[in-house]
């Protein structure tokens, strides 16, 4: 099977920086768009940042010029590096990937959610 496992969540004041990190393992055959979702408290989870195999990144407008999505192939991971961190960036963030396995079926998976916390 697969597995995501997130890392880097925590609690950090505005203006911070924190660095989530999801690694991949399991019965990967290859891995197509990763990407990052947050769901803040009473609110529908929403796309933060997305990158595909060849690199290219698409992130939302709210967090252009403050967040990165980055991905090592080599290592089956993708990071969101978070700087410029603001109070309405609170949620829990979730690791997407889509996976096709060794048995040439193609899923999407979900880390398990690690929670951002800025404080004004």
């Known amino acids: 099977q697969v597995q995501l496992v997130e890392s880097g969540g925590g609690l950090v004041q505005a203006g911070g920086s924190l660095r989530l990190s999801c690694a991949a393992s399991g019965s990967i055959f290859s891995i197509n768009g990763m990407g990052w979702y947050r769901q803040a408290p009473g609110k529908q989870r929403e796309l933060v940042a997305v990158i595909i195999s060849g690199g290219s990144t698409n992130h939302r407008d709210s967090v252009k010029g403050r967040f990165t999505i980055s991905r090592d192939n080599a290592k089956n991971t993708v990071y969101l590096q978070m700087n410029s961190l603001k109070p309405e960036d609170t949620a829990v963030y979730y690791c997407?990937?889509?996976?096709?396995?060794?048995?040439?079926?193609?899923?999407?998976?979900w880390g398990q959610g690690t929670q951002v916390t800025v404080s004004s």
């Open positions: 997407n990937a889509r996976i096709l396995t060794i048995q040439k079926r193609e899923y999407d998976y």
